[in-house]
């Protein structure tokens, strides 16, 4: 099945208490084509300036990522900014340029018509709803993710989109922030009501929790003992979860729990290294051990 990605492609410059970065590779829609491609073929819907150069585009050559819906227009690429703290649990932004991304009217090529598998990356709720109203089928799956400049400045657009969601996939303070109640579980019933039958909830270190209407689970973060860059762990998880949903083609208990499992997978082989270093050379055999590490990590008897 292909899985279709809309979202960021960007340069980042990112500090933390392992080093510096001045100017990688980044972007949500990175991330996430990275992480997803070792499980189905990804197609990329973003927008990058002529900065984006053949060393930026090897990196996703060789893969099964498709980039007829790379626009790249004059200007500069979309540009980030940030800092972690000590412990690496506080981010403070430090620069966000839009650059050519302040104009992005993402536009779907004609091979991209009939993706089952969607995600809409954090972006404008608006655009997000124009990358599903340019797809000719209906859609499988449709993720969604945003944030809290979204859910501050455009909660209209952000609840017509959601009306297309199955599955939206954000962290706990967003949760919290969308619909009003610091409860989570109580919250997930309002987020039901608003159109999506799934909520993820990313948990950074503490792992991820998805909450349906017939049953809930919960997978840990991977123990790392260093964690060099936290920059595109919640991106990669999304790739992991959605690309493996794509590869087996069908949503039940199951597939979910396993996508749960490979989505923290993912998110736990980025942070190793700064911004897609680590991604970028992933061997899907990396995957499945640790995918089994996961298994044990977590079982149990009563
Ligand atoms: P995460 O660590 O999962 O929040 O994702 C970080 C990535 O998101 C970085 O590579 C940034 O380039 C990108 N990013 C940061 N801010 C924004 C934004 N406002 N819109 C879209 N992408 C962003």
Redesign the pocket.
């Known amino acids: 099945m292909s899985l279709l990605v809309v979202g960021?492609v960007?340069f980042?410059a990112i500090e933390t208490p392992f080093g510096k970065v001045d100017r990688t590779l980044?972007?949500?829609a990175s991330y996430f084509a990275l992480a997803a491609s070792h499980f189905a073929p990804v197609r990329v819907v973003a927008i990058v300036g002529e900065d984006f150069t053949d060393k930026e585009r090897a990196i996703f050559r060789g893969r099964k990522i498709d980039l007829a819906g790379l626009e790249q227009v004059s200007g500069k690429s979309?540009f980030?900014a940030g800092r972690y703290s000590k412990n690496m649990n506080e981010r403070t932004t430090l620069a966000?340029e839009l650059n050519v991304f302040a104009n992005f009217r993402p536009t779907l090529p004609d091979s991209y018509c009939d993706s089952s598998f969607i995600f809409l990356g954090?972006?404008d709720p608006t655009l997000q709803r124009s990358v599903l109203t340019q797809v000719r089928c209906k859609p499988q799956v449709v993720g969604l993710d945003t944030m809290n400049?979204w859910i501050e400045r455009t909660p209209a657009e952000l609840r017509d989109t959601l009306k297309h969601t199955h599955i939206l996939m954000i962290n706990d303070d967003e949760v919290r922030q969308l619909t009003g109640d610091h409860n989570l579980f109580r919250a997930a019933k309002q987020v039901f009501k608003m159109g999506p039958r799934t909520l993820v909830i990313k948990r950074g270190e503490h792992g991820a929790l998805i909450i349906h209407n017939k049953f809930m689970f919960s997978v840990p973060a991977f123990p790392l003992e260093e964690v060099h860059d936290?920059?595109?762990?919640?991106?990669s998880f999304a790739g992991g979860f959605m690309g493996y949903l794509a590869s087996v083609g069908r949503v039940n208990e199951q597939t979910l729990r396993r996508a749960m499992v490979y989505g923290s997978v993912l998110g736990s082989f980025t942070v190793e290294r700064f911004g897609v270093e680590r991604l970028a050379r992933l061997k899907r055999s990396e995957i499945s051990a640790r995918a089994r590490l996961f298994s044990k990590l977590t079982s149990f008897k009563l």
Request: proline residues 6%; negative net charge.
């Open positions: 960021s960007a980042d980044g972007g949500a979309f980030w966000t954090n972006i400049y936290p920059t595109g762990a919640g991106d």
